[in-house]
């Protein structure tokens, strides 16, 4: 980081050092005028975890029985976060007994005599936010069998949090910060008593925001699914609390809610989760249900195109490709180079799927996931479509990418199609890459066809001292597809196709014309894990040696796998493994 930008976050730091001091000295609150019920979703086996001195958070795993959170050693600046931000406290709640809850209130109060005078990196608008959501929403188990003064204590610490909100929501980041902010804001305003006086302001913020950061398709400028998944969740609830306060959600907000469900929709697999594209994951199990349960908004997008990504739902089967350019520089910090990547799942298991953030692992890890290698895609000559960039504050962009990717989706009489291409190979090599997919009604069937052209005399140019540097041996490209680690992978045919045996029992067979079909090494990388998970995937290889080159595959189920497959093995292990 540059001495300008320490200075910056060192000034920022001590604002909100000094509006928390500040806030100490306004009106408290002394009871609740009402009492949200809790809608975070925690897990019952992390809970369990957590109160035996097992802390998972932020991709770190340090085992500390009977040791109070607050003395344990903060890995690095996320790992403090999640600390402070209190997140954890859902796992306590969805445990339930009485460990979980001694430890809940042992930790929140200690939280108080040790930072919650301004002290801390918990004093952010994003990390208040956050905390008071988890705070009023589970204070009745936090409560529980606590004498009048430690309630007393409890209260005067959540009105000095929103009192803090009220001066420094504004500097937070724009987007998922901000919005956690105001959502916070807006709990502490329509529960506590003598808070109420937030309430407008916090609502004016809001509102402004889903203007600005929510767009016409009911998208983000990250492209991240689990980010706009986060968006919609904070939104549902905020509008949830106002209307049992009898107060009414404006028209922005209601609005950006019916925006957003029917894009979530769109990425969506047929298994619940999310399609793990620019750094978002699978999303928290049921999360995503209960959320657009809670919106009550039914709509689909009719032409399945959402936020720069195309969804093929068939039978029991659906194909999400991402369709659009790289976010833009500014919204790129964590974006991926993507383009025309897809995931596949059949039924409650996924198939074909990126490798996913490494960002929970290291800046190598985080790197390697956001190459284009790491997606299931064309790759031309070992190379990336999109560049990274670094800032004076060694902050990654997105720089260089594809800069037009048309797109035309169309069905025919027996199956959806797809087709679309992009430029990011144009600069260097005068190749436009294009991926055709049919997916046929049933589901069973998806073909493949992916193209390298050169379409005008300057591309050909290019292309052609691209060549000369090979010898005319051509350019190599490879097409991946990453494989999620319950699939169990053969090489099948002589060699001529690979098996591919889901958990539920099914086969799907992956073929290819005229390329080499091999199976290589790779991994799944999942934030809630404390290392990669070790997987496959199938790479078709080929040379690009004249104006056009032409790759077809294909996946399909042999004629003997039954329609309906009867699948009641359970979801993958916990997360938490030791």
């Keep these: 980081m540059s001495f300008s930008n320490d200075l910056s976050a060192r000034y920022t730091q001590l604002l909100n050092r000094l509006a928390a001091r500040r806030a100490a000295l306004g009106r408290s609150s002394t009871a609740f005028i009402a009492q949200p019920e809790p809608r975070t979703i925690g897990s019952f086996a992390r809970g369990k975890q957590l109160s035996a001195g097992n802390f998972l958070l932020a991709g770190h795993l340090l085992q500390r029985p009977d040791t109070s959170m607050w003395d344990l050693p903060t890995p690095e600046h996320a790992f403090a976060q999640a600390l402070h931000g209190f997140g954890w406290l859902d796992d306590l709640v969805a445990a339930g007994g009485v460990p979980e809850r001694d430890c809940a209130q042992q930790w929140l109060w200690a939280w108080i005599d040790r930072f919650g005078n301004g002290q801390g990196p918990g004093w952010s608008p994003d990390l208040a936010g956050r905390r008071l959501i988890r705070w009023i929403s589970h204070a009745l188990f936090l409560l529980n069998g606590q004498p009048a003064e430690a309630s007393h204590v409890f209260h005067r610490s959540l009105a000095m949090q929103t009192n803090f909100l009220a001066r420094r929501w504004k500097a937070s980041a724009p987007g998922i910060s901000r919005f956690e902010a105001l959502t916070g804001l807006i709990y502490a305003s329509t529960s506590l008593e003598g808070m109420e006086r937030h309430f407008e302001p916090a609502v004016a913020g809001l509102d402004k925001e889903c203007r600005e950061q929510i767009d016409q398709q009911g998208g983000l400028p990250t492209r991240n699914p689990e980010e706009l ?330 004629q003997e796998t039954p329609v309906g497959v009867r699948d009641l093995a359970q979801n993958d292990l916990d997360p938490i493994e030791f």
């Excluded at 068939?314 to 995931?343: F, K, M, N, Q, Y």
């Excluded at 390697?368 to 902050?395: F, I």
Aim: overall charge positive; hydrophobic content about 35%; glycine content about 8%.
């Design 229 to 558: 998944l986060d968006v919609f969740t904070l939104l549902t609830w905020a509008s949830v609390v106002m209307g049992q306060s009898r107060r009414q959600v404006s028209d922005a907000h209601w609005h950006a809610i019916k925006r957003i469900a029917p894009t979530l929709r769109t990425l969506r697999h047929t298994d619940g989760g999310l399609a793990r594209f620019h750094g978002g994951g699978r999303g928290l199990d049921g999360r995503l249900d209960y959320a657009l349960a809670n919106s009550g908004v039914k709509t689909r997008k009719p032409n399945g195109l959402s936020m720069g990504f195309s969804r093929l739902s068939a039978g029991r089967s659906s194909v999400i490709v991402d369709v659009a350019p790289p976010p833009p520089r500014r919204a790129s910090s964590e974006a991926h180079a993507s383009t025309l990547a897809l995931e596949m799942t059949s039924g409650r298991r996924p198939i074909l799927v990126n490798c996913g953030s490494g960002a929970s692992f290291g800046i190598d890890w985080r790197r390697a996931g956001r190459s284009t290698p790491s997606h299931s895609t064309l790759t031309l000559n070992d190379q990336s479509s999109a560049m990274l960039d670094a800032d004076a504050n060694k902050h990654e962009y997105m720089v260089k990418g594809p800069t037009s990717v048309p797109i035309e989706v169309t069905q025919t009489s027996d199956k959806h199609r797809l087709e679309a291409g992009h430029n990011g190979y144009v600069r260097d090599y005068g190749l436009t890459h294009v991926r055709k997919l049919e997916l046929s009604f049933d589901g069973r069937s998806l073909v493949g066809e992916d193209m390298l052209f050169a379409i005008d005399d300057a591309d050909k140019e290019t292309f052609e001292a691209a060549l000369d540097k090979t010898a005319l041996k051509g350019l190599p490209f490879n097409v991946r597809f990453h494989l999620h680690p319950d699939v169990d992978v053969s090489i099948d045919m002589g060699g001529n196709a690979v098996s591919l045996a889901l958990m539920s029992g099914e086969v799907w067979l992956l073929r290819a014309d005229d390329a080499d079909i091999v199976v290589e090494p790779s991994v799944y990388l999942e934030k809630t894990r404390l290392k990669p998970r070790a997987t496959k995937q199938v790479v078709l290889k080929g040379r690009a040696k004249t104006y056009v080159s032409r790759l077809r595959w294909s996946m399909s189920k042999p």
